[in-house]
T-cell receptor, first 115, second 116 residues
Framework: AQSVTQPDIHITVSEGASLELRCNYS??????LFWYVQSPGQGLQLLLK??????LVQGIKGFEAEFKRSQSSFNLRKPSVHWSDAAEYFC?????????????FGGGTRVLVKP | GAVVSQHPSWVICKSGTSVKIECRSL??????MFWYRQFPKQSLMLMAT?????????EQGVEKDKFLINHASLTLSTLTVTSAHPEDSSFYIC????????????FGPGTRLTVL
């Protein structure tokens, strides 16, 4: 079945340390790929997106993500985490051949930042 | 980037009443808007796709008569939760799709509904 998987439900990281959030998808063709961040009680903010081209994508707030076709992955990274990065992160895809260009979300990863 | 607003940001209502939530695209015209529901500590679940000038398309398991969607203009979609019950309490988020090559969606800030 087609799906988006975020294997890590929670991640705790120390402030200043690096962060990597995993995202895997299972679709026949490479979908459009997105990472969103959600602070408590807030809507979603787009961090970055991948449609085609360079597989290393730069986003806002110092985040980047790398698309790896061979691994069907689109992992999000940040070299040095700030306390304000504590939030819920969602990977999402739009299958290219899906009607209506609907977004399908992963289960989310909650990031906790230790002082 | 494109801005999407929602109103109200939170609402508390009594069981049996109806609640209307508005979703507006502020600086672009959105022929398509989406309504999502999010339970605490869970991901977003698509409820329905709202197309301007036509009937909404509901996802499997979503009651059409319970969650009425109207998309009367290119900048406004409304979700009405009819005869709300405590189990309808949730965080409702809308998004609007900006026409273009990749049809990117922009999300509203969400509406917290609490039914007593």
């Amino acid at each position: 079945a087609q799906s988006v998987t975020q294997p890590d439900i929670h991640i705790t990281v120390s402030e200043g340390a690096s962060l990597e959030l995993r995202c895997n998808y299972s679709y026949g063709a490479t979908p459009y790929l997105f990472w969103y961040v959600q602070s408590p009680g807030q809507g979603l903010q787009l961090l970055l997106k991948y449609f085609s081209g360079d597989t290393l994508v730069q986003g806002i707030k110092g985040f980047e993500a790398e698309f790896k076709r061979s691994q069907s992955s689109f992992n999000l990274r940040k070299p040095s985490v700030h306390w304000s990065d504590a939030a819920e992160y969602f990977c999402a895809v739009v299958p290219l051949k899906a009607a209506g260009n609907k977004l399908t979300f992963g289960g989310g990863t909650r990031v906790l930042v230790k002082p | 980037g494109a801005v999407v607003s929602q109103h109200p940001s939170w609402v508390i209502c009594k069981s049996g009443t109806s609640v209307k939530i508005e979703c507006r695209s502020l600086d672009f015209q959105a022929t398509t808007m989406f309504w999502y529901r999010q339970f605490p500590k869970q991901s977003l679940m698509l409820m329905a796709t709202s197309n301007e000038g036509s009937k909404a398309t509901y996802e499997q398991g979503v009651e059409k008569d319970k969650f009425l969607i109207n998309h009367a203009s290119l900048t406004l979609s409304t979700l009405t939760v009819t005869s709300a019950h405590p189990e309808d309490s949730s965080f409702y988020i809308c998004s609007a799709r900006e026409p273009g090559l990749h049809n990117e969606q922009f999300f509203g800030p969400g509406t917290r509904l609490t039914v007593l």
